[in-house]
């Protein structure tokens, strides 16, 4: 599918045009420990609007505070409405960073594109990002496995009840200091897998982070939350092959007859988020030990990393063998979240790390990506100093 370019009349996004108001009070930032994901609010947001005959507005930061809708909006009645989840983080060098954000950047336009929003630079956007998170830079926490969430989100703002594409669109982006997935140690989550309701489904809009993906999720989870289970793991077609967990990515660790360890996650099919963490998680697997031994990992430890569909009997089969040692989550918000038991129909998988947190690739994993999101190792650029050096 084609994304559509702004007409030649329309003013572009232009980061050069922002206009910053700034707050006159600043909010008291809580004590870092008693954050909860997603609640607390920093002192400003970044807002832009698309107007249908003069493109987009000039970029304001100003006081964070509520947006005021048409009841017609849109959003509020079609989901015009998609996002994306970025983090910055402080390091030892007490820098801001982000983490490969042209990723997110590129990811937000296609989910714009996907649902007809307005076409912009996201080049601009992320020049307006950085300037947003270096107004709120007092707002980072720095404890270990702390961090400022970063949701740049796109409405539909077209004031009309016909089914039609929206011509008018606010940009806006939110700034949310955030802790650790797990407070208290990590405590491996246990899911239900569910094949009953699909999070996606071939054709659909499972590889873009469009708002009206999660809505559905919503029931699925109460329900499995109500059998005593953390997630829910989405389990597509006649196979019940895994697709995500939650809101995550997936792999597994299954253990080869030759002692070296397969470590896979499903193949992009459209029905999959293609996350950063994936990205990452793969790119780093495939440079051990060659490029980069992973830390806490012998070099001598072989790594295989595969893309391949799992149907939900793999899975089983692997585990009544013996073979599977590993099964983790993956994204911005957690980085690594391990998997200690699955619920399917009437059987259950455990898995062998279970009780005790993250097995070794997933450790690997979480300690090398924490490690580069903070500036304490250099690999391959994926760290982006938010104040560029002159
Ligand atoms: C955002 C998201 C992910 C993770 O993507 P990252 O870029 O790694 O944060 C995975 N699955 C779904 C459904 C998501 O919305």
Known sequence: MAIDKLPASHSPLDASKLVIHEATALKTIPESETLVFGQTTTDHMLVCTYHPVTGWSNPEIKPYGPLSLDPMSSCLQYATNVFEGMKAYVGPDGKPRLFRPDR??????????RVALPPFDSSELLKLIKRLVTLDARWIPTLPGYSLYIRPTIIGTRSALGVAASDEAILYVILSPTGPYFRTGPKPLSLLGISETARTWPGGTG???LGLNYTPGFLPQQIAAKQGYDQVLWLLGEENRITEVGAMNVFVVVKRDDGALDVITPTLDGTILPGITRASVLELTA???EKSVLPGLSPSTRLHVHERTIPMDQLLEWSSAGKLLEAFGVGTAVIVAPIGKIGFQDTSVT???YEKGLGPVG?????RIWDIQTGKFEWQGWSVPVIEEK
């Open 351 to 353: 898995i062998p790390s």
């Open 207 to 209: 590889g873009f982070k």
């Open 287 to 289: 440079a051990h030990p």
């Open 104 to 113: 997110n950047m590129k990811r937000l336009e296609g989910s714009a594109a």
């Open 363 to 367: 450790q690997g994993l979480y300690d």
